[in-house]
């Protein structure tokens, strides 16, 4: 199972970025194309994190739909499988330019953790 792999990487990068921030919540986008199971990477996820600074953190998915457009009779359809053949003229000579997209949309850092407080600065003297 790739997903879990996968699912590993993008923990590990969200902690790259965060540190020690408790992170309350994730958010991907797997396009239906993209060749990665959803529902496996939620299995996943809670196991992944557990011992982390995501440990409890929600996971939300973005699952966009495929589109694609003929490059013979330029028609543009949406692509729900990883076989495509325009609907128009047959063809499997088909750029598809969305739904296979991976990736980690926005991170939020639980708000009870606050960035330590600049040092007051000195009052003026005149």
């Known amino acids: 199972m790739h997903e879990l792999a996968i699912t590993e990487a993008?923990?590990?990068a969200v902690i790259e970025r965060t540190g020690d921030a408790p992170v309350s919540c994730v958010r991907l986008e797997?396009?239906?194309l993209s060749g990665v199971v959803p529902d496996a990477v939620r299995f996943c996820f809670d196991l992944?994190?557990?011992g982390t600074p995501l440990q409890g953190a929600a996971?939300?998915?973005?699952?966009p739909g495929g589109s694609g457009t003929c490059r013979g009779c330029g028609q543009a359809f949406d692509v729900n499988?990883?076989?495509?053949?325009?609907?128009?003229?047959?063809?499997?000579?088909v750029a598809v330019s969305a739904g296979r997209d991976l990736r980690i949309l926005s991170v939020e850092v639980s708000?009870?953790?606050?960035?330590?407080?600049?040092?007051?600065?000195?009052?003026?003297s005149g």
């Not at 708000?111 to 003026?124: I, L, Q, T």
């Open 59 to 63: 996971l939300e998915i973005v699952e």
């Open 30 to 32: 797997i396009g239906t």
């Open 81 to 93: 499988d990883p076989i495509v053949l325009c609907p128009g003229c047959g063809s499997a000579d």
């Open 48 to 50: 992944v994190c557990e």
């Open 111 to 124: 708000a009870e953790y606050a960035a330590p407080a600049a040092a007051p600065k000195p009052p003026r």
């Open 10 to 12: 993008v923990v590990n």
